[in-house]
């Protein structure tokens, strides 16, 4: 989409989302200044934005998350399929680092199984199949999402175009082929300072991990923008998220893909819990 072909509204909300990124202070719902409940229009703002920040900066695209695959959370938004954003590589935090002060305004947690491409997924009728054959390997992740709209008082249309309220991402460091593990059957566990704070297992990631790949998939191709070789995939939470404040320190076990570990500077801003799950 060219710039000249982007709505005003686009732009005008894409401008809103950045002035947060530059001040660090949330902004109120931008679902108003598009028309109501265009998923369509909130993506395209989410093109732009990322589209900027790939040009201003020595980012690139490593792969996509999944949200919204709770059909809990799907019903709170009125929605009846999951969401997508993309990650960068500046969003990637190493396994056991330390998430500085001022990095993110409203952090929350969550444990996700991650699989990394080893061909292109190009078919906009994509099967299981086709991703089994595609997936290089799965690994444990830990998925900090984050929120640019104040108090996280959002809907499907301000989370899409706040790039699926993406923060940062921790994986797993041992690679696990798809050969040796049925990832609807893992169970995860997430501690927060030693106690155990969130848990689920791959089958409540839209019945399974590899399901919404499937989606994700499908999705892009027909948007004519694929999965490629290399790409990192983020699949969804396997269980509730949690608040993450000052000094916190997060890891979290997925049977058959091992642990992964995360922690936050004492500096950082704490969040209150909303209990619910991207």
């Known amino acids: 989409m060219s710039s000249a072909s982007v709505p005003d509204a686009v732009h005008k909300v894409a401008d809103i989302l950045a002035q947060v990124e530059q001040t ?10 598009l028309a109501q409940g265009d998923i369509s229009a909130a993506y395209a703002v989410q093109r732009v934005t990322i589209q900027r920040r790939v040009a201003a900066q020595d980012r690139r695209i490593v792969g996509r998350k999944i949200g919204l695959t709770s059909p809990a959370v799907q019903r709170q938004l009125g929605v009846d399929q999951p969401d997508f954003g993309a990650l960068l590589s500046d969003m990637a935090v190493p396994d056991g680092g330390v998430v500085p002060a001022g990095r993110l305004l409203q952090p929350k947690i969550e444990a996700e199984v991650a699989l990394v491409l080893g061909a292109d997924l190009p078919h906009a009728e994509t099967t299981v199949a086709d991703v089994l054959r595609a997936v290089d390997f799965a690994l444990p992740a830990l998925e900090i999402v984050d929120s640019r709209i104040a108090d996280w008082d959002i809907t499907i249309v301000d ?46 990631c839209l019945g399974g991990p590899l399901n919404a790949a499937v989606w994700l998939a499908s999705t892009l191709a027909a948007m004519g923008d694929p999965l490629r070789a290399g790409d990192v995939v983020l699949t969804g939470a396997l269980g509730p998220m949690v608040p993450a404040a000052p000094d916190d320190a997060f890891e979290t076990h997925i049977s058959g893909l091992g642990s992964v570990r995360v922690g936050f500077s004492p500096h950082a801003s704490a969040i209150p819990d909303q209990g619910d799950t991207q």
């Open 24 to 33: 660090g202070v949330p902004c109120a719902p931008v679902r108003d200044q």
């Open 159 to 204: 989370t899409v175009a706040d790039n699926a309220s993406s923060g940062l991402f921790v994986l797993g460091g041992a690679p696990v082929p798809l050969t040796n593990i049925d990832l609807r059957s893992v169970r995860m566990t997430l501690t927060r300072n030693g106690e155990k704070v969130s848990e689920g297992s791959g089958s409540n």
